[in-house]
C-alpha cells in the first residue's frame, strides 16, 4: 500500500536513471516519498474502518476534501482500505466523485473480495488484479520491513499465500491461547468456537484455517479438500456479511464433520 502511494506521488525525476530496488518507479529518496512513508504528506489520505464499516460521514469528508487543490503535489491520493466495508450509503454518496472526480485526484479502492463492492462502484472503477508475491519476497519483507525473526518470516511466507497481511495475521498472537488455529479439526472447532463469538476474532481466525486449507489443497488436491476450502470461503463471507457468528461457526463444524466423515 505504500509503495502504491508513492507510484502516485514520487517527484524524482523519471529519465535518470532508475533507483536500485525492487519497486522501480518510487524511489523511497525524495522528498514526497519520505514523507509517504512517514505517514505525513499531506496530498495523500488513508480512510480505514475504525470498526467494522466504512460509514458514510467519513465518505463525505472524503469528498469535501477531495475538491480542495493540492498542497505540495500536483494530484492528491485518496486510498480507502478494505473498500467492501463501505456500508451501502457511504458507497451511493461515492458514486459521483468516483465517476467524475476533480482531475487531481487519483481514488483508489482496495479489496480482498471484489463481490464485497456494489455493482455501481465496480462499474466506475478501472480493475487491477494484483498477484501474489513470491514466497522469498513475502520472507524478506516480514524480516526487513516488518523486523520478523528469519524463522518466524519463514513460517509466516509459507501460509502466506503471496500476502504479506496475510503472513502477518498468521504470525500475530491470537485470542485463542491452547489451541492452533492451523491443526483445527471438526471435533477441536467445535470445542474453541464459543471463543470466537466475537466476529473479528472469528474472521482472523477463520482468515488463518483459510490459509492453511488453500495451502493443503494447492499442493495435494483432491474433492475433499476442496470441499473443506468451499465450506471455510462459504464461513467467512457469512460472518462478514454479519450473519450469526455463533450458528455460522456451527455449520461450518458440520459442514467439516460430513466431508470426514
Known sequence: R??????QMCIRDRNSEPHPTFFKDACGECISCRKIGEGNHPDVEYVTSPGRQIKIDQIRELKKRAYLKPMEATRKVYIIDDAGQMTREASNSLLKTLEEPPGFVVLILITSNINQLLPTIRSRCQ??????????IVRRILCQNC?????????GAIFSLGSVSQAMAYLEEDKVKDKDIENLT??????????LRDREV??????RLLSKERWEFIHSPDTEKEKRLEAVLQT????TRNANVEASLDILFLNLLEVEL
Do not use: C, G, N
Open 202 to 207: 472469528a474472521l482472523k481466525q477463520l482468515k
Open 186 to 195: 471438526p471435533s477441536t472447532l467445535w470445542e474453541v468456537s464459543a471463543s
Open 236 to 239: 467467512m463471507d457469512a460472518v
Open 147 to 155: 523486523r520478523i525473526s528469519p524463522d518466524r518470516a519463514a513460517e
Open 2 to 7: 505504500l509503495i502504491r502511494r508513492q507510484r
Open 127 to 136: 480493475l487491477l488484479y494484483f498477484h501474489s508475491l513470491p514466497r522469498e
